[in-house]
């Protein structure tokens, strides 16, 4: 049985930095590609960033560029998003997501993801 387990959620303020943990197990790490998503109140569940299976290739929304960095240690099945400068648009419930990898890069669709975690709560206040 696969599981996907978020952490490291919190109420933060503004600037502050956070970094999420996700550990997988029930499946081969190295074979699946990596990504974070978030879903605001009101808002449309989007893809933040995520990561190739090696960790070589990664994307980020350009609302989060050069502010979060996705990373990933297969030998501990865990994939992490360090969040730094954060916005009250932050805001929002992260999801760590496992999709089998077809390639060298990772994609930002929710249908390219099988396997979903229950999220974490990222509170930015002002």
């Known amino acids: 049985q696969v599981q996907v387990v978020e952490s490291g959620g919190d109420l933060v303020q503004a600037g502050g930095s956070l970094n999420l943990s996700c550990i997988v197990s029930g499946l081969n790490f190295d074979d699946y590609a990596m990504a974070w998503f978030r879903r605001s109140p009101g808002k449309e569940r989007e893809a933040v960033s995520c990561t190739s299976w090696s960790g070589a290739w990664s994307y980020y929304a350009d609302s989060v560029k050069g502010r979060f960095t996705i990373t990933r240690d297969n030998a501990k099945n865990t994939l992490y998003l360090q969040m730094n400068s954060l916005k009250p648009e932050d805001t929002a419930t992260y999801y760590c997501?496992?999709?089998?990898?077809?390639?060298?890069?990772?994609?930002?669709?929710?249908?390219?993801?099988?396997?979903w975690g229950q999220g974490t709560q990222v509170t930015v206040s002002s």
């Open positions: 997501v496992a999709g089998e990898s077809n390639g060298s890069e990772c994609g930002e669709n929710e249908y390219e993801y099988t396997y």
